[in-house]
């Protein structure tokens, strides 16, 4: 089969691959049909996430249909149309029986990210995201194994395409769990930091919950400007604004916003100082989009952080966050939680998150596709792949 691989920093490639066979009693194959290029993705593309190994097959964003099930699924059958989560879990471990996927403890053979693990159990195993978190072979592809498909995959009614879908395996249910996780309900207000597709699906999911004011930070002027006319944002460009946590306190009389929503992460741009230590591995991430969180929200507010970090940030200012008073949740999205109510709320039309879609091309074009959603060109903002 063709798959998309890895062979090093800002080098991926399509390939000829063995196909994937059935391994456990509740494995699927899975015939893709749609996969997405996410921006967790570029982390590896840019070569900044450890343990991955060349010829590992990325994506953790697909659906399709049931080729083949191991004897022991009952969930799905041979023909069904699936989503599937991008994070693997078990369903019945301490973590799962929490409803905490993300924190499964069966699915990663691998150590996790933790650094001061100590003797704590790794999270859960995540499709095509190296081998820190299971190396399990991603979804873009035409087939993939879909392990623990008694808890993923979730079937698709008919009249429901695969754009209006595909989002379910991450971007909506991370957007959507940034804006619980974030408190918000009628009337807050929030500032969301990134207009990437991960924003964009916090900002479709604030205004779902029914937040009053949303301000919406990034540099690309065609993002904000789709932001602003999809999900009504108050637009804040960092190149033209050189603080936008203060243009966003002086907005709202001095206090600051509910809730902030870092959908940046650890790669965020805007400190030249951090972007220097971390190129020489003194700091590990990027504190930009977090300071600016910190100081933007209101005392009692809440921090909410969809945005990948990894390590330590010598800039995080612990104390501003205690004498506001702040409240931080944050992590990998918990997305076999949220797929229902939101394939729901997809099918009577409250949520569309394929209107973000900006290109869609063969499987085979996925190294250009990679290009153009890193580099920004063509004012891309999500990319779709079809086998
Ligand atoms: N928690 C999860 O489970 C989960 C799931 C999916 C993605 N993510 C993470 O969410 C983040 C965003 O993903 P995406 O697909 O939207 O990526 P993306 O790269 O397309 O978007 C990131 C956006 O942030 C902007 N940005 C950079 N520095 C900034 C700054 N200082 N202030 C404001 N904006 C800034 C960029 O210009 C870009 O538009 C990534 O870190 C990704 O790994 C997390
Ligand atoms: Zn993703
Ligand atoms: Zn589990």
Known sequence: MLALTYQGSKD????????PVLMADDDIILRVTATAICGSDLHIYRGKIPMMKDGDILGHEFMGVVEDVGVGVTRVQRGDRVVIPFVIACGACFYCNKSLFAGCENTNPGRGAILNKKSATAGAGLFGYSHLYGGYPGGQAEFVRVPKANVGPIKIPDVLSDEQVLFLSDILPTGYQAAVNAQLGPGSSVAILGAGPVGLMAAASAKFLGAEKIFMIDHHAYRLAFARDTYGVIPINFDEDDDPADTILKATGGHGVDATIDAVGFEAKGSALESALTAVKLEGSSGQALRQCI?????????????????????????????????????QTHAQLYMPELLEHIGNGMLKPEVIITHRMPLSDARKGYEIFEKKEQDCRKVVLTP
Request: charged share 20%; glycine share 18%; proline share 4%.
């Open 295 to 331: 100081a933007a929200t209101r005392r009692g507010g809440v921090v909410s952080v969809p945005g990948v970090y990894a390590g330590f940030i010598h800039g995080f200012l612990f104390g501003d966050a205690f004498e506001k008073g702040l409240i931080f949740k944050m992590g």
């Open 12 to 19: 991926v490639r399509v390939e000829t691959v063995p196909d």
